[in-house]
């Protein structure tokens, strides 16, 4: 009587298993993800969704007080040198810190609402490009990203940082 009490307790327990591990296995396999073979497949296809400003249009409005410019670079890349007016959020924490008023109160600005206009921009562009699309899933309607981010900006521009 113990080992059939034993046997249908352990059939009970790895039916669990395989039924948990079969749905979880067809829940992946069926979801709308893209996949894409590297980093720079992925960065091409947000630039297809997102718009791109070139440094030279990024200067001629970098100064207007109702943009919020946002550096997605680590800290020490912000550190070392930013457009001016510039807000150093990382990448890897921007959509949970774009709008929290403690980040945007350095700059003198309360955060952006998602009809201000964002301008992002990383070293290379690429962070930058994942960065707006990010915030174009967020709702946020008016964003940009500049082209070559912060390497155009300086090679352009080398006099005009932080």
Not at 65 to 93: K, L, M, Q, S
Not at 106 to 114: E, I, N, S, T, V
Not at 122 to 133: E, I, M, T, Y
């Amino acid at each position: 009587m113990k080992s059939n009490a034993r046997f249908l307790s352990l059939s009970t327990a790895i039916l669990m298993v395989v039924v948990f591990t079969s749905h979880h296995v067809i829940g992946q396999e069926h979801t709308n993800l893209q996949v894409y073979e590297s980093p720079e497949q992925m960065v091409a296809a947000a630039k297809e969704v997102i718009t791109e400003i070139t440094v030279d249009a990024f200067r001629d409005i970098y100064v207007r007080n109702d943009i919020f410019i946002v550096d997605v670079r680590t800290a020490a890349e912000y550190e070392a040198g930013a457009v001016p007016g510039a807000v150093n959020i990382p990448r890897g924490v921007l959509e949970f810190r774009i709008g929290q008023e403690e980040i945007w109160q350095a700059a003198g600005k309360k955060h952006p609402g998602k009809k201000d206009p964002v301008i992002v921009y990383c070293s290379s562009g690429s962070r930058g490009a994942l960065a707006a699309k990010s915030l174009m899933q967020l709702g946020y309607k008016n964003v940009k990203s500049v082209k070559g981010g912060w390497g155009a900006w300086h090679e352009a521009y080398p006099g005009i940082k932080e």
